[in-house]
């Protein structure tokens, strides 16, 4: 099984159109990869199938917005990973998943 | 079709809150200036316009889905199909419905049909965001009585 990394990259790949092999644990989704908002939304539904989750997005941008977290924290690939391993695990925890 | 104000769908046939699906009828005008160029001879509904009648059958029911909480902005086409002539005088009807609800966005499928014969079709993605201005949604008010949405089905 291939692990979260793996998964969001190959996603961003086939979505974006750039190659595997430029893509690393340390990529920045929009300052290394140049990824836009709305080539994001694919991302986004994709990576959401893939996981059965519903990655808050409107959440991440607000604090990003306020000053309560950075980019990096959502955005850089090995964080981004870790956001949705932390929405799987929660949703597994949940009464009736 | 009130096809000057941009306004393609005619009245809402059945709405599903909680299916997720919608369907509507729009009537394609007889007579408009479109189809003197859209083509001499031969007149037929353009494309971009029947797309925009499956986003706008899908924006009615995103907004339903969301309590008229929220206005969705078609962001997105995929898979846009024209796979027949739509012609004049012919009434259109759409179905559409929510394949996936993400945070700040959508993703709806759509399909138009005269009769039981497909003629359209296409994913479509939209983002929602809190109504920007008043008048906008004074404005979705009054076109959700014109067109019949059901609007006790939203009602808290």
């Known amino acids: 099984m291939s692990s979260t990394f793996d998964q969001i990259a190959t996603i961003i790949a086939e979505t974006c159109d750039i190659p595997r092999d430029t893509i690393t644990p340390e990529s920045h989704a929009i300052d290394d990869l140049g990824i836009d908002s709305l080539d994001f939304l694919d991302i986004a539904f994709a990576i959401d199938k893939a996981f059965g989750i519903k990655m808050p997005l409107e959440k991440w941008t607000q604090e990003v917005n306020d000053g309560k977290a950075t980019t990096e924290q959502y955005f850089v690939l090995k964080n981004l990973a870790a956001r949705i391993d932390e929405l799987v695990a929660a949703k597994n925890a949940s009464p009736g998943a | ?156």
């Open chain 2, 1 to 156: 079709m009130q096809l000057d104000s941009f306004q393609l769908i005619d009245r809402i046939v059945d709405l599903n809150i909680d299916g997720k699906t919608i369907t509507v009828e729009a009537q394609v005008p007889q007579h408009h200036t479109i189809f003197e160029g859209h083509f001499p001879g031969f007149p037929i509904m353009p494309g971009v316009l029947l797309t925009e009648a499956m986003a706008q059958s899908s924006g009615w029911l995103l907004l339903g889905v969301m309590k008229f909480e929220r206005m969705p902005f078609l962001a997105m086409v995929k898979e846009a199909k024209m796979r027949g002539f739509v012609s004049p005088g012919q009434l259109l009807t759409i179905e559409a419905k929510i394949e996936h609800e993400g945070s700040g966005f959508a993703v709806t499928s759509a399909k138009g049909r005269v009769g039981s014969e497909l003629k359209c079709s296409a994913d479509l993605t939209f983002r929602h965001i809190p109504f920007p201005d008043p008048a906008l949604r004074v404005h979705m008010d009054a076109m959700a009585h014109k067109i019949g949405f059901p609007l006790q089905m939203i009602a808290p």
